[in-house]
């Protein structure tokens, strides 16, 4: 593929990269807008949908036997993008559900929850596909799956996936009229939390209100 603009006109929208790459892009583009904050209210529920078609993308590399790059060693793509200003409008968009505990590998026995946050953890997948991209747009198809595919079991497909289960959570919450927990003080920062204390972190807000605020109707 030496021409690898997206959709351009030449290529079979039907071939595996073309299907992962347009998946791709269209969840950067997505986030990115969402976090500009011109909608709010619908922010939860279309990144909600938006990391549940990623990882779509990412079952499908996942599935997909190994993928060997053509050169030994990877092209430079270039330095990294800055993501500190989109990392930023997230957490202030997301704020009082940002912060919430995840279990790091639920294959290691007696690991304790530890605290994440939305905001970091799509940034983080923001980098690692945005990395591959470079590779896909400069026409290094084979070496963008690759990228894509190790990313995915090395970070990005864990990271994205306890995102959605929190993103889920909270729609749950709202949806079913279950009220968030009120919770004090946890935050990334603290390494000394006991169990009782992993929960997710809605501050003051409860399903009631968090519900209005994304533009949600509870089940009542």
């Known amino acids: 593929m030496s021409d690898a603009t997206l959709h351009a006109t030449h ?11 347009d998946q791709i892009e269209s969840f950067l583009v997505a986030v990115t807008e969402v976090a500009k904050g011109d909608e709010p209210d619908s922010a939860v529920p279309f990144l909600l949908l938006e990391v549940s078609q990623l990882l779509l993308a990412g079952g499908r590399l996942g599935a997909h036997e190994d993928i060997v790059p053509d050169e030994r060693y990877e092209p430079d793509p270039g330095p990294e993008p800055d993501v500190d200003e989109l990392r930023e409008n997230l957490a202030r968009m997301l704020e009082p559900i940002d912060v919430y ?22 940034t983080d997948v923001i ?20 990228w894509w595919q190790f990313s995915y079991f090395s970070n990005w497909g864990s990271t994205a996936s306890a995102t959605l289960r929190a ?17 004090d003080g946890l935050d990334t920062d603290d390494q000394g939390m006991g169990d009782d204390t992993l929960e997710f972190e809605a501050g003051q807000v409860m399903a009631e ?12």
């Open 167 to 183: 993103l889920q959570s909270v729609v749950a919450h709202v949806r079913l009229n279950q009220p968030l927990a009120e919770l």
């Open 11 to 21: 290529q079979n929208p039907d071939d595996f990269a073309v299907q992962i790459a």
């Open 127 to 146: 980098t690692d596909l945005r990395h591959g991209m470079v590779h896909y747009k400069a026409g290094r198809t084979t070496e963008a799956l690759w």
């Open 209 to 220: 209100e968090l519900g209005e605020s994304l533009g949600m109707r509870p089940v009542t």
């Open 101 to 122: 505990s995840e279990v790091f590998d639920p294959y290691e026995p007696r690991k304790a929850p530890v605290p994440a946050r939305i905001s970091d953890d799509l």
